[in-house]
T-cell receptor, first 113, second 116 residues
Framework: QKEVEQNSGPLSVPEGAIASLNCTYS??????FFWYRQYSGKSPELIMF????GDKEDGRFTAQLNKASQYVSLLIRDSQPSDSATYLC?????????????FGKGTHLIIQP | EAQVTQNPRYLITVTGKKLTVTCSQN?????MSWYRQDPGLGLRQIYY???????DKGDVPEGYKVSRKEKRNFPLILESPSPNQTSLYFC???????????????FGAGTRLSVL
């Protein structure tokens, strides 16, 4: 059973601080990991993805992957009220059965002005 | 404007009445996929398509059909809808078909379906 676990939150962070979103996955065969952002009533949109151990930075966002611990995180620096959304962590896998992403249930992030 | 268009956006129907949710993308993407999103369950893949006439089951295909006769269109068909198919449905597409890259997906605005 492929599972991706996230704390549903809400996670409340003051404006300007670092928001840290965490995700764990059960399938060691998962190859790459994706962070999607979903505003209330809207569709998911990709923020970034990572497939190598370590950090990957894109602007104010940093994704971190630790395959040994089966742990993925997303850091948002200098958090803005516009970052308030639900963040979906997803793991991809290939081979046998469904071919695509397994999504976590999402973490609801609130940036307090 | 590059986009994935779903229709209708909202639909209320009754049990057993066949319906089709259309999905069209204007980006010449090869990979397309359907998801449903339910509270407490997250997004789950229903079906996907790697190209024209190539479709396959996702995690929750029961009660659904799809077709891919043209590259741009990927309709989702519910032949005999039941109340447990009440959900928010998203169509997505990707310009890539690689193992990792196909998961870089662009989502439509969603279709909220209620089956009474």
């Amino acid at each position: 059973q492929k599972e991706v676990e996230q704390n549903s939150g809400p996670l409340s962070v003051p404006e300007g601080a670092i928001a840290s979103l965490n995700c764990t996955y059960s399938d060691r065969g998962s190859q790459s990991f994706f962070w999607y952002r979903q505003y209330s009533g809207k569709s998911p949109e990709l923020i970034m993805f990572i497939y190598s151990n370590g950090d990957k930075e894109d602007g104010r966002f940093t994704a971190q992957l630790n395959k040994a611990s089966q742990y993925v995180s997303l850091l948002i620096r200098d958090s803005q009220p516009s970052d308030s959304a639900t963040y979906l962590c997803a793991a991809s896998y290939s081979g046998g059965g469904a071919d695509g992403l397994t999504f976590g249930k999402g973490t609801h992030l609130i940036i307090q002005p | 404007e590059a986009q994935v268009t779903q229709n209708p956006r909202y639909l209320i129907t009754v049990t057993g009445k066949k319906l089709t949710v259309t999905c069209s993308q204007n980006m010449n993407h090869e990979y397309m996929s359907w998801y449903r999103q339910d509270p407490g369950l997250g997004l789950r893949q229903i079906y996907y398509s790697m190209n024209v006439e190539v479709t396959d089951k996702g995690d929750v295909p029961e009660g659904y059909k799809v077709s891919r006769k043209e590259k741009r269109n990927f309709p989702l068909i519910l032949e005999s809808p039941s109340p447990n198919q009440t959900s928010l449905y998203f169509c997505a597409s990707s310009p890539y078909t690689g193992v990792v890259a196909k998961n870089i997906q662009y989502f439509g605005a969603g279709t909220r379906l209620s089956v009474l």
